[in-house]
Structures are given as C-alpha cells and as structure tokens.
C-alpha cells in the first residue's frame, strides 16, 4: 500500500497574492513584479515593503519603513550576554531559531491584529542580520558591533559581521542576492511558517519553526554543500573529472538541477554574473570553477541520460558568499536573512487572510500502516485506509 501525495507535491493547499514560479519559462515574481526587474531597479528594504504590504512604496512610506527598521536593528544586550554562554561551536541555524523565538519574551506581546503584526515583521526582519553578526563575533571573542543608521540593511550586516563598511559594490552584490532569496512561494520553511500560523500562532513563533525547518540539509543547507564541493575540486583543471566520476558513480551534483524551474532559474543567472564580477575583483578561482561545473554537468546529463539540467539558486550563491569571505556555516542564516520577510509576509496572510486568500488550519491525512493489538497479540492490517 502506498501513500498518496507524499510530501504533498503538486497539491495545493492554500491561495496565495506573495509570489508565484513559472517553472517552464523561469521566471520568479512577487506580487506581480518580476525578480529580474527588481534586482536591477529596486533595493532589498523596498523590495520587503513590496512583499509585505503588497504595494510599491512612495518615497515618504519608504523612509518611514527605513526609520523603523534602524530603529529596530538593535538587539537587547542581555541576548548577547546570553549567546556569549553558549558553546563556541554551536550551529549558528540554532543559535537563531532560539533567540528569535526569545524575542516573544523581550517585546510585547499584541499579535492579535494585523498592524501589530507588521511591527512584529519589521521587529524580525531588522534584529535577524545583528543576531547573526552578534553570534559571529561572539563565537570569535570580539566586540559586538552596533548597527550604522546610516547604512543600509545589506552594508549594516557586513559592517556588523567584519566591523568595517562594505564598499558599494560589493553592498550592492549583497543587496541583490537577498532580493533573489525574498521569497519562492511554499518552499519547506515557509510552509512552515504559514502551518504554524494557521493554528492563530504568533509571528515570532511561527518564524523561529521555519528556521528550524530552512536548517535542514535538504532545503537551506545545500550552498554549503556546493561549496565543499569547490574546495575539493580546487582548481579548474580537475572540475571535468571531478565531476565525470561522480556522476558516472550516480552522485548528484549539489547546486544542479530543481524541483520546479524546467530551465534556468533566473535567480542562478544573475548570481552567476555578480560572482563572475566579485571574481574579477578577488581573482579568486571559484566562478571559473563553478561555471565548469555548470558546464561538465549539463553535457554529461546529456550524454548519460539524455536530459537536460540547469543551475539552481545554489550554484553561484555558494562561491559568491565564500568570496565575501562569509563563513561556510553561516550561508543558511544569510538565506534567513532575506527570507525572513517573505515568511513574515506569508504568516500575515495565513493568519489575517480576509475574503480571498482563502486558509484555514491545516491538518493532512495520514495512513496509519502501524499494527493492531489485542488479547491475541498484534496483527498489521493491510486494509486501504485511503478509501
Ligand atoms: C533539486 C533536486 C532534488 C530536483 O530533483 P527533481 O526535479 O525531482 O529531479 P529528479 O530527481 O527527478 O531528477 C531527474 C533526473 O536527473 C538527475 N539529476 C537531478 N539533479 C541532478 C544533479 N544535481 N546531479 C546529477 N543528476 C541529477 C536525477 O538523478 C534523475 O535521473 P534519473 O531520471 O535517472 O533518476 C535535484 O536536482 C537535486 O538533488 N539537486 C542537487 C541538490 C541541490 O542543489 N538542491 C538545491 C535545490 S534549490
């Protein structure tokens, strides 16, 4: 007996107005502006009004957004007095599912209406980079840094992180790839977020699940991967048997491939030239070694099976932020930090959804395939629970 829907692919279980993928053509957009627009014409605070408030901002609402969130990027000192007894080596991912799941219990606690929400999302979408700047030199036995109210959320968390101002080219590569990473419709952690919402739960709550949920391997773990993979390769020259001999012995190859876009993922093709630009920049080895793997990939697909495959969103970021010389176990969080607002945005919707979109509490099937116990001992049934 099998279960139908496993893992609930191609079911729809909710309307929503945030963002929708065309996987056919490749194309990503939120609230109807594609990403490729955005990332050439928008910034990374306009582009989270956009996702939240489902509108453009005027140039007033955009700085009253602004003043808020420098407003909101500073975290209580006793949280980092707080991270400072954690262990040195603790995952960063659970480091910040604790703390943003603590600050229910340092802020107040209004979630009953959907304004109050708002000031909870701009509350979480300012505090995520500081609590994970904090964390990073903590761990490291250095200052904290406070945040600049004259820089921008993109050059704040590099300034937090290193404890000097990015220059503006590379504030801005950064800027873009949290645009790309904003929001993808309900991926495993904003299904999360939006599962536990749908129970009236609140806002940090409901976020601090779906870090638990992006920390997974599987969903917000997998730029790392790609980048042991470039390490291990080290040099372009050995990219082609690398990556011949895994894939001959049937390994996948991290960063390649996806399970909706049918083409290129367009997030992939604009991370693909900001890398190839930082490069230039670094005259490190890495894009060269990873558009070879882009390369070998795509005509061993063809040759051993005759398909084709393209590169995900992974692919390009993993060397991008190695060369921002960002710590290999902090690129999950970095993905937090731009998909804190799509989360936040979904959470409001799930939980103030009025006519349309429709929701409501989730709550699957399962087939029980366990056994049946009685005097005579147990027995599995194979009956079809599904019928
Ligand atoms: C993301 C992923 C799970 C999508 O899978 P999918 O669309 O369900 O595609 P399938 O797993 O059905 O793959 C179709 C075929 O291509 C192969 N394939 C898919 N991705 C591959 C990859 N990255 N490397 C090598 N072969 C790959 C599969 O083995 C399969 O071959 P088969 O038909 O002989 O079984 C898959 O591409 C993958 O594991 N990629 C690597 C991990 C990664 O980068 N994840 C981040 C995603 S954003």
Known sequence: ???????????????????????????????????????????????????????????????????????????????????????????????????????????????????????????????????????????????????????????????????????????????????????????????????????????????????????????????????????DIGEVGKTEQWIKKEMSAGAKIMGMGHAVYKTYDPRAQVLKELSRKLAEKTKDPWFDITEKVETVTISEMKLQKNKEIYPNVDLYSASLYYMLKIPLDLNTPIFAIARVVGWAAHIIEEKFAEAAPKTALYRPKAVYVGKYCGPQGCEYQTLNLRK
């Open 1 to 231: 007996m099998e279960t139908k829907n496993i893992g609930l692919r191609g079911i729809e279980v909710a309307d929503t107005k945030i963002s929708n993928i065309d996987g056919e053509k490749g194309k990503l957009i939120y609230r109807g502006f594609d990403i490729l627009d955005l990332t050439k014409n928008s910034t990374f605070e306009e582009t989270s009004y956009l996702l939240l408030y489902d509108k453009l901002p005027t140039k007033q609402q955009l700085d009253e957004f602004n003043t808020k969130l420098i407003d909101a990027r500073f975290i209580p000192k006793q949280m980092q007095k707080n991270m400072a007894n954690w262990r040195k080596d603790a995952d960063p991912m659970d480091m910040l599912q604790a703390f943003v799941a603590a600050l229910a219990g340092y802020y107040d606690e209004e979630f009953s209406n959907k304004e109050a929400s708002y000031d909870k999302a701009i509350n979480l979408i300012a505090k995520v980079p500081t609590i994970i700047a904090s964390w990073h030199r903590i761990r490291n036995g250095l200052a904290t840094v406070d945040p600049d109210p004259t820089l921008s959320h993109a050059a704040n968390f590099l300034y937090m992180m290193f404890g000097k101002k990015p220059d503006p080219e590379v504030e801005k590569i950064f800027d873009v790839c949290l645009i790309l990473h904003g929001d993808h419709t309900f991926n495993a952690s904003t299904f999360t977020a939006r599962q536990v919402a749908s129970t009236r739960a609140h806002m940090y709550s409901a976020a601090s699940a779906a870090i638990g949920a992006l920390s997974g391997e599987l969903h917000g773990g997998a730029n790392t991967e790609v980048m042991k993979m470039l390490l």
